[in-house]
T-cell receptor, first 110, second 115 residues
Framework: SQQGEEDPQALSIQEGENATMNCSYK?????LQWYRQNSGRGLVHLIL?????REKHSGRLRVTLDTSKKSSSLLITASRAADTASYFC??????????FGTGTRLKVLA | GAVVSQHPSWVICKSGTSVKIECRSL??????MFWYRQFPKQSLMLMAT?????????EQGVEKDKFLINHASLTLSTLTVTSAHPEDSSFYIC???????????FGPGTRLTVL
């Protein structure tokens, strides 16, 4: 597999606002996954989008995938203080080794 | 479903001792488990991939004699940090992948502090 690069590195927003973070990768994928990590905890799986899908929703999460641009975005709507965490993407191709980037550190201010 | 546990959640040990960390998949069979380490404010770094019943595959730069990995059953993998030193202090996280799952499920992590 390959490393995903998340952007921005850090994001600070007010509660209730939307948060958008992006992930870019280099070669073709089978699927792409987003994870959340709260401070000092393991990763929580948020959503998986396959290479033949363009958009997927799960609750307040919306993920898009543009394989022509080799990029994905994660939108969190109506953010809450509990959404404060680091978010990582994992582009998956071939083997199932995940190589994580530095993530996006999201801070939601109450 | 898809719960992965780790034990212990934290451990403090003296330099030179060995520490064993367990990773269990509680409600599915994990054909493959992965071990990561994470330093403060940094990303997760993959250390090794272990398949049930076979030797682990270590990433470049990871000492296999220092970080012993055993995956003896479909629900349990262990990481033993041998002769631990302060520079081994880190957050160790495991993940598990089932036979048909497209997803890795992560444990809650183990904080190792070596004095």
């Amino acid at each position: 597999s390959q490393q995903g690069e998340e952007d921005p590195q850090a994001l600070s927003i007010q509660e209730g606002e939307n948060a958008t973070m992006n992930c870019s990768y280099k070669t073709s994928i089978n699927n792409l996954q987003w994870y959340r990590q709260n401070s000092g905890r393991g990763l929580v799986h948020l959503i998986l989008i396959r290479s033949n899908e363009r958009e997927k929703h799960s609750g307040r999460l919306r993920v898009t995938l543009d394989t022509s641009k080799k990029s994905s975005s994660l939108l969190i709507t109506a953010s809450r203080a509990a959404d404060t965490a680091s978010y990582f993407c994992a582009p998956v191709s071939g083997t199932y080794k995940y190589i994580f980037g530095t993530g996006t550190r999201l801070k939601v201010l109450a | 479903g898809a719960v992965v546990s780790q034990h212990p959640s934290w451990v403090i040990c003296k330099s030179g001792t060995s520490v064993k960390i367990e990773c269990r998949s509680l409600d599915f069979q994990a054909t493959t488990m992965f071990w990561y380490r994470q330093f403060p404010k940094q990303s997760l770094m993959l250390m090794a991939t272990s398949n049930e019943g076979s030797k682990a595959t270590y990433e470049q730069g990871v000492e296999k004699d220092k970080f012993l990995i055993n995956h003896a059953s479909l629900t349990l993998s262990t990481l033993t940090v041998t002769s631990a030193h302060p520079e081994d202090s880190s957050f160790y996280i495991c993940s598990a992948r089932g036979q048909v799952a497209d997803t890795q499920y992560f444990g809650p992590g183990t904080r190792l502090t070596v004095l």
